[in-house]
């Protein structure tokens, strides 16, 4: 999962860089003024769902009971694609209004109804991945991550130079229909991974089939039961930086940036020096993923010295891990701004916003600590509380300092929440 993740993180980093320089600082701020929209129909469709498959396939690895599992994949895949079908209905269909009234930037229309496309797609490989993770198979999503990263850049340098053969100005919206392409991808890797699968399985066996509606009927209640709180969670926070990121342009202007010059800016920090901040993840990403299920079962077997060991070493090794990476970000910062994507600005973003990684991967890693025992809500409250601060600088802290009145939010909200994990721990170190 970790080479996966810096393999895709690689490939995005540079395909931003190439984005940037084609399209400009403006281009990317109202490309990135969609990632709210689809982030709050992930939330919507897929990604309680996801979670809930997770939970109820991973008996399959003990019982092999594949029935119980196929029933409880196909539930949850005719759900969350009800949901994704009317979701892409109603983008498609008031892309206008969204673009207008929502994300208020009249622009991103046009982006919107090509993004609504995707959102079935990216649907059918979530539930599927749901199922990998589940019985703890992580080279399938890893194979979907990484096929839908290379299609998504690939085909969009292949529409990019066809344009330029042909004499045409390639816009933004290349970049989008690239997106719709890679989950394409995505999906079709998973459809042949989970029919291998159950090939593999049951070589000759169609036992599965058919099934009941009875069955599916007790097995979409059992999935709604987790997925529907998990969903409303998300769907929260996810509306809340959805306002966020759509007031920091506003607020900016409100500072005195022109409306190009405050779209520049939102580009420059979200889709040039907020990237490379976050590629290092990929590593606590993966320790997260691997935590949660640890934990819980160590919770489950009262074993606390476990728990101990597992909080000790986060915090550990996220502040030592978060201090190599500050102090590159911070010595290199303008140096790799300027180098990889000309842009001074992004240089000053950079440095400061290095601070971030001590904090972020301690909070991190304690964060699927909290889910493996089963303090849901206490993360949700942390990610709201973390969440309300920051919103708290753009609305009256941007007006006055600019960009760098959000800059301090950033940073303030994450060491909030940092030591609210760690004082929700504090027993076990």
């Not at 993740?5 to 984005?19: K, T």
């Not at 979409?220 to 920091?248: D, Y």
């Not at 607020?251 to 939102?266: D, V």
């Not at 070493?313 to 891990?321: A, C, E, R, T, V």
Request: hydrophobic share 50%; net charge positive; aromatic share 14%.
């Amino acid at each position: 999962m970790t080479l996966t993740g810096f393999a895709s993180r690689f490939i995005g980093f540079f395909y931003r860089i190439f984005l940037s320089r084609v399209f400009g600082a403006e281009g990317m701020g109202i490309y990135q003024l969609t990632s709210p929209v689809l982030a709050l129909t992930f939330s919507l469709t897929a990604a309680g769902m996801q979670t809930a498959i997770s939970k109820f396939v991973a008996r399959e690895t003990v019982t092999k009971d594949y029935r119980y599992s196929f029933t409880h994949l196909l539930s949850g895949f005719l759900i969350a694609m009800a949901v994704s079908v009317l979701c892409t209905l109603g983008i498609y269909c008031y892309a206008d209004e969204i673009a207008a009234y929502f994300l208020l930037e009249e622009r991103t229309a046009p982006l919107l109804r090509i993004i609504s496309l995707s959102i079935p797609m990216a649907t059918v490989h979530s539930c599927i991945n749901g199922y990998f993770y589940g019985i703890k198979k992580t080279a399938v999503p890893s194979l979907c991550q990484l096929s839908e990263q290379l299609v998504r850049v690939g085909s969009v340098y292949a529409i990019y130079y066809f344009c330029l053969q042909r004499g045409m100005v390639p816009t933004i919206s290349f970049a989008v229909v690239g997106l719709v392409i890679g989950e394409s991808a995505s999906m079709i890797v998973s459809l042949i991974a989970i029919k291998a699968h159950f090939e593999h399985v049951l070589p000759g066996n169609y036992s599965l089939l058919p099934i009941s509606l009875k069955e599916l009927s007790s097995a979409s209640s059992r999935l709604l039961n987790l997925a529907v709180p998990f969903s409303l969670n998300r769907v929260i926070i996810n509306f809340l930086m959805s306002v966020e990121s759509i007031f920091i342009p506003n607020k900016l202007m409100i500072y005195g940036y022109g409306h190009a010059a405050a779209l520049s800016a939102y580009g420059v920090l979200t889709g040039m020096a907020l990237p490379l901040i976050l590629f290092p993840n990929a590593i606590t990403g993966s320790i997260c993923v691997l935590l949660l299920p640890a934990v819980s079962e160590a919770d489950a077997a009262g074993n606390k010295k476990a728990i101990a060991k597992a909080v000790h070493k986060s915090i550990q090794y996220g502040f030592f891990l978060g201090i190599i990476f500050t102090s590159v970000f911070f010595v290199f910062g303008r140096f790799l701004g300027k180098l990889l994507y000309q842009n001074e600005t992004a240089g000053n973003f950079i440095m400061i916003l290095g601070f971030l990684c001590p904090m972020m991967y301690i909070a991190s890693t304690l964060n699927s600590i909290l889910n493996g025992l089963g303090k849901t809500g206490l993360t949700f409250a942390y990610s709201m509380v973390s969440l309300i601060v920051r919103l708290g600088f753009v609305f009256f802290l941007i007006p006055i300092f600019g960009i760098n009145g959000y800059l301090w939010g950033l940073l303030i909200s994450q060491l909030v929440q940092t030591l609210l994990c760690l004082y929700a721990v504090k027993q076990y170190y």
